[in-house]
């Protein structure tokens, strides 16, 4: 069973920094895209940043040239490295990765998340 665990998250002042990890754990063959999204309650889900296996990166309009994605593929985990944080920023942070298993058979996994609030 594979398992993703984000951390990072927590409380920071407008214009602070932050770095968010997800690290998948399990029967990993190898790993394909992984992705942020965020979440705010009342708002619709956000995909943050994108990055594939040999490390082409996309973002949102509203955090380019703030936010960076990177991946250690040796540790299976995705970073989200996010500056001049607003308080728009605030919201449930949580990646997924498509996973190659057993039989190259790929799947899309969730983790549960990590709080980010940006505030005063």
């Known amino acids: 069973q594979v398992q993703l665990v984000e951390s990072g998250g927590g409380l920071v002042q407008p214009g602070g920094s932050l770095r968010l990890s997800c690290a998948a754990s399990g029967t990993i063959f190898g790993i394909n895209a992984m992705v942020w999204y965020r979440q705010d309650p009342g708002k619709q889900r956000e995909l943050v940043a994108t990055?594939?296996?040999?490390?082409?990166?996309n973002y949102a309009d509203s955090v380019k040239g703030r936010f960076t994605i990177s991946r250690d593929n040796a540790k299976n985990t995705v970073y989200l490295q996010m500056n001049s944080l607003k308080p728009e920023d605030t919201a449930l942070y949580y990646c997924n990765a498509n996973i190659i298993g057993e039989l190259s058979l790929t799947y899309l996994y969730w983790g549960q998340g990590t709080q980010v609030t940006v505030s005063s």
């Open positions: 990055i594939t296996s040999g490390g082409s990166t």
